[in-house]
């Protein structure tokens, strides 16, 4: 299974970035996916997830209402649109296979992304 993340970068509060995921080596319709991230001395914490049909997502309450996380199954591919970004949110973000749509654990974890938010 490889997972590649990519979209990370520089953006200043308040701006907007979108992550996308490229899942290959798996029958990506079995799985739901996550996102996680991981600020500088700090554990890896779940951002979000999506069903594997896409209908439904589920978000930690710190990045409701500012983040999406939306999948293309034909694409293979899982994104991660923040908007509102805020300092707090710097973060290296990993996209994640999950056991199942309401579990928080990582089957298979992609490399991570890098996003840096300025003040």
């Known amino acids: 299974v490889q997972l590649q993340a990519s979209g990370g970068g520089l953006v200043q509060a308040g701006g907007s970035l979108r992550l996308s995921c490229a899942a290959s080596?798996?029958?990506?319709?079995?799985?739901?996916m996550g996102w996680f991230r991981q600020a500088p001395e700090k554990g890896r914490e779940f951002v979000g997830a999506?069903?594997?049909?896409?209908?439904?997502?589920r978000y930690t309450d710190s990045v409701k209402g500012r983040f999406t996380i939306s999948r293309d199954n034909a694409k293979n591919t899982v994104d991660l649109q923040m908007n509102s970004l805020k300092p707090e949110d710097t973060a290296v973000y990993y996209c994640?296979?999950?056991?199942?749509?309401?579990?928080?654990?990582?089957?298979?974890w992609g490399q991570g992304t890098l996003v840096t938010v300025s003040s």
């Open positions: 994640a296979q999950l056991l199942y749509f309401a579990s928080n654990t990582a089957t298979n």
């Open positions: 080596g798996l029958v990506f319709t079995n799985y739901a």
């Open positions: 999506i069903r594997r049909s896409g209908g439904s997502t």
